[in-house]
C-alpha cells in the first residue's frame, strides 16, 4: 500500500485539536478523559466475548539491557538470594527477594500514560493548569483515574497485514484511510469503548534487525538519516479515533509517527490524544503473539484486561495487558 498522502500543516492539526477537544465533556473535574466510554454495559459485552479462556499478554519482558533503543534500563537486583543463603536476616527462615526501579517512559517497556503525561499552551487535559503536576507529582489527572483496573473489548487492527509487507519501517505513516481499510479487511468494528490496538509490526522487526535505530529527536523535522525515528499514525488519524469513542489506543511503537513533521507538533497523536481528547496512550506493546492468535482464530475482537499499579501521583503505570478469546 502507498505511504501517507503529505503532511498536513500547522493550521491544519491546531483544528483538528479544536475539533476533538473533550474538555468538559464529562464535567469540569474530570480526569477519567475516554475512560468514560467504558460503561457496566460496555464491560457486560466484553465478558461475553470469552469463548475458550485462552490468554495472551501484550507486554514486552521488563528491559533491563541498555540498548540503542532503551538507554535508560530498568534496574532489577536481587536483595536476598538463594545462592547466598547467609543473607537472610530471620533465623530459621530463607526466603528470596529482590528489588525493581524503572523509567516508567520511554520507548521499551510497556506502559499506560495518564493524562498528566502530555502538557500543551500550559494545559493538561480539561484545561487544568500544567501547575497541577508539581515536584511531588501529578495533582491532576494521574494514572489513578485506572485504579479499578480496565475491562473492556479489545480489537487489533494488522497494519503490516494490510500492506503485505512484515513490518512497517521507521518515519512510515499509517493513513486514516489504512485504519478503515484494516477494519474492513479484518471484519471487524471499531466501538465506542474498545482498546484499540495497532501493530506496526515491531516485533517482527526487532528480531530480525535488532534494536530500532532510535533517535528521540526534540523538532518535528528529526535527523536527516532514514534510520532514525519510529512508523506511527499520521495526524489525520485522530479525528476517526474521536467519532469511533476509542477509550484507549495501544501500539507497539509510540503511537506516533517520528518525526512528525509538523511544526509545532512533535508528537500530536500523544499531544492531542492526550492533552484535548483525554485519550489514555499504551506504548511499546508486544504484538506479535496476539495477531498470531487472531489470525489462527479469524478473530480480531477479544476481552482486554489491565491493572494500572495505583501509583498516587503516578504519570504512567508500567502494564501487562491481557487478551482473552
Known amino acids: 500500500m ?7 500543516s500547522k493550521a491544519d492539526v491546531d483544528a483538528i485539536a479544536q475539533r ?13 478523559g475516554t475512560l468514560n466510554f467504558i460503561t457496566d454495559a460496555k464491560r457486560l459485552a466484553a465478558a461475553a466475548l470469552v469463548k475458550e479462556g485462552v490468554t495472551v499478554s501484550c507486554a514486552l519482558p521488563i528491559a533491563v539491557t541498555r540498548a540503542v533503543d532503551n538507554p535508560e534500563p530498568a534496574m532489577h537486583r536481587m536483595v536476598i ?3 547466598v543463603p547467609e543473607s537472610a536476616v530471620i533465623p530459621g527462615m530463607a526466603f528470596s527477594a529482590d528489588y525493581l526501579a524503572m523509567d516508567l517512559h520511554g520507548f521499551s517497556n510497556t506502559h499506560l500514560d495518564a493524562l498528566c503525561h502530555f502538557i500543551v499552551g500550559g494545559k493538561i487535559y480539561n484545561g487544568f493548569d500544567a501547575s497541577e503536576v508539581k515536584s511531588n507529582g501529578a495533582h491532576r489527572n494521574s494514572i489513578m483515574s485506572g485504579k479499578d483496573g480496565i475491562f473492556t473489548r479489545g480489537v487489533l487492527l494488522d497494519i503490516p497485514a494490510l ?10 505513516r499509517i493513513t486514516v484511510d489504512e485504519l478503515q481499510a484494516a477494519a474492513d479487511r479484518q471484519g471487524v468494528r471499531v466501538e465506542e ?4 490496538f495497532v501493530s506496526i509490526g515491531r516485533d517482527a522487526r526487532r528480531q530480525a534487525r535488532g534494536p530500532w535505530p532510535l533517535v528521540v529527536e526534540l523538532t518535528a523535522e528529526g535527523s536527516d538519516a532514514p534510520e532514525d525515528g519510529v512508523a506511527g499514525l499520521g ?3 485522530l479525528p476517526w479515533l474521536h467519532e469511533h469513542g476509542v477509550a484507549i489506543f495501544g501500539c507497539d511503537g509510540m503511537a506516533d509517527v517520528v518525526p512528525s513533521g509538523i511544526d ?9 490524544g492526550i492533552v484535548y481528547m ?3 496512550m499504551l506504548c511499546n506493546l508486544q504484538l506479535g503473539r496476539l495477531a498470531a492468535a487472531c489470525r489462527e482464530r479469524n478473530r480480531w475482537e477479544f476481552l482486554l484486561t489491565l491493572g494500572p499499579l495505583r501509583l498516587e501521583r503516578g504519570t504512567a503505570s508500567p502494564v501487562n495487558p491481557i487478551a482473552i478469546f
Not at 163 to 172: F, H, K
Open 2 to 8: 502507498a505511504d501517507a498522502p503529505a503532511v498536513l
Open 20 to 32: 476533538v477537544s473533550n474538555w468538559g465533556r464529562w464535567g469540569p473535574d474530570d480526569e477519567r
Open 81 to 83: 538470594a538463594g545462592d
Open 163 to 172: 500492506r503485505g509487507v512484515d513490518w512497517l519501517e521507521p518515519r512510515e
Open 193 to 196: 469503548g474498545d482498546v484499540l
Open 235 to 237: 495526524t489525520d488519524c
Open 264 to 272: 509545532g507538533w512533535v508528537r500530536p497523536i500523544h499531544q492531542i
Open 278 to 280: 483525554g485519550l489514555h
